[in-house]
Each structure stands twice: as C-alpha cells, then as structure tokens.
C-alpha cells in the first residue's frame, strides 16, 4: 500500500511540473513579441522630415538641442522610434507626416531646378505653385534650357532612390545638334565616354527616325550636371535643343509643355518597386 502511494504521489508531481515547462516555453515568446514591438514606428527625424520641417540631418540638430517633445516630454534622444499615436510638437507646436506627394511636370526653356533664386529668375517652383499644399521637391535637376520630364516628391526614400546611380533609373533624352551627327562619331559614342577623367555609360543612342542627322536619342543612367550636352561637346557637337522625354519609365503622354499632372497609384507602385 505505502508503496502504491508513493507511486502516486510521484506522478501527481510529475504532473505538477509540466506547467514550469510550459513557462519556460512561453518567456521566448514573450521576448519575441517585445522585440517587434520595439520595431515598429518611425524614427523622430524621419517624422519631422516627413512633416516638411526640414531635412533628416538637420532634424537631428534639433533634436539634440532640446526643439522636439513627444507626448509632452522633451526628447534628445537620437533614434527615438515614434509610435501612431504618439503626439509630436516641433518648437511647441504640434505636427505631423505630410502625406505624399508626387508630381510630374513637362518643363519649358527658361526656368532653373531651384527651390528659389536670389536674383529673380523663374523657378520650376513657380509652374507648380498650385499643385500641392505640402512642400515637395524636384527629384534631380534640368538645366534652365532643358525642357522636359521632372518629378517632385516629398518623399524623401523614393527620390533618393531615383537619383542614385546603382539603382539603373532610365532618362531617355532627345538632343537636336548644330549639325548632322556622323556615322563615325555616333559609333565614338557607344564605345568607352571619358568625360572630365570619368567613364559615362551610354545605355544606347541612335538617329531619331524620320528626322534628320541633326536629330538624335541617347539613354543614360548617369546625374551628372549638364553631363548630355557634355557628351556631344566631347565629340565636337553643340546641342542647341534638348528634351527629356523619358523619366523612371514616365513619358510625356498628354502632358503639354509647363503643365503638371499628379502620378497615378500604379506610377507611384511601379516606381516604389525599381
């Protein structure tokens, strides 16, 4: 009998241990759950950023020097995550994300890629005065005599993204020439380009069809300033008119000179996706 109680009690306390086992089981999971909550939200300075207030860097600074509370607590913090219902206040007054925007503006001669000129000049800024109540940028620049194809966002990643080189973003330029373009010389440009000491890659270039010699497309990935009519100087050719017609896969298509339009979901998806 004492034996058949002892076998007893050493079940029942065997049974009595599985709930610590289950304990044990269950602290993991807990630290999983804490570890993707500290993930979410969004970093201070992209907030601020993303609310117009100035740049990510920038935004640091005025972190650090005390401008920023959150929920009514002074934050200096650098990579304090903000959470959706956090209340954030710049200089005490509350903001927030802008929401985004994104515009593609066919732009004329004569307007530099500048957010303002000190000496008067017309800024694309001006042609679309009207197209957005928050404060977004050109992605890249057009020199004044370039027209064509410019976007503008104020989202930060997506223009980063589109001005990087590594990323392979697609320009497709039609350049008119003081004088027709050689064979020869059209062969010279899809060889190795050296301009001021660095290798341009020419993605392609051809005559325009059903124009002449004068007329000429040239693909290229690459952002540097004024680097098209570069190019042709370098093989002594003057670039009296240049046009970008292509941007990201974008196209002028029903976009008249000095008019804006708003990208679609699907442009803004297909350009988030490159």
């Not at 009595?16 to 939200?41: C, H, Q, Y």
């Not at 966002?153 to 080189?165: E, F, M, R, S, V």
């Not at 000429?216 to 240049?242: A, D, M, P, T």
């Not at 298509?253 to 996706?273: A, D, F, H, S, Y």
């Amino acid at each position: 009998m004492n034996s058949n109680k002892n076998s007893s009690r050493r079940r029942q306390d065997s049974k009595s241990s599985k709930p610590k086992a289950t304990k044990r089981n269950f602290k993991p999971n807990t630290k999983k759950v804490e570890k993707k909550e500290e993930s979410t939200g969004v970093r201070l300075n992209k907030y601020i950023a993303n609310s117009g207030i100035c740049s990510r860097r920038e935004a640091d600074t005025f972190i650090k020097h005390g401008s920023v509370e959150v929920n009514g607590n002074l934050v200096t913090e650098m990579g304090y995550k903000v959470q959706p219902n956090d209340v954030v206040k710049f200089d005490g007054t509350t903001i927030s994300p802008e929401q985004k925007k994104y515009i593609l503006l066919n732009k004329p001669k004569n307007y530099i890629t500048t957010m303002d000129d000190d000496r008067g000049r017309k800024t694309v800024m001006d042609l679309i005065a009207n197209a957005s109540k928050e404060r977004i940028y050109p992605v890249g620049r057009l020199d004044r005599n370039t027209t064509g194809l410019l976007l503008f966002t104020n989202d930060g990643d997506l223009a980063k993204k589109l001005t990087h080189p590594k990323h392979n973003v697609r320009k497709l330029y039609h350049a008119s020439l003081d004088r027709k373009l050689d064979l020869k010389d059209l062969e010279k440009l899809r060889g190795d380009v050296i301009i001021e000491g660095r290798k341009v890659f020419i993605d392609a270039v051809s005559y325009v069809d059903g124009q002449p010699k004068t007329e000429v497309g040239i693909e290229i990935h690459s952002g540097r300033n004024r680097i098209v009519r570069k190019i042709f100087e370098h093989i002594g050719y003057k670039v009296v008119k240049l046009d970008r017609v292509i941007f990201a896969e974008l196209n002028k298509k029903n976009l008249p000179r000095g008019r804006w339009r708003e990208l679609t979901k699907q442009e803004v998806i297909n350009l988030q996706m490159k």
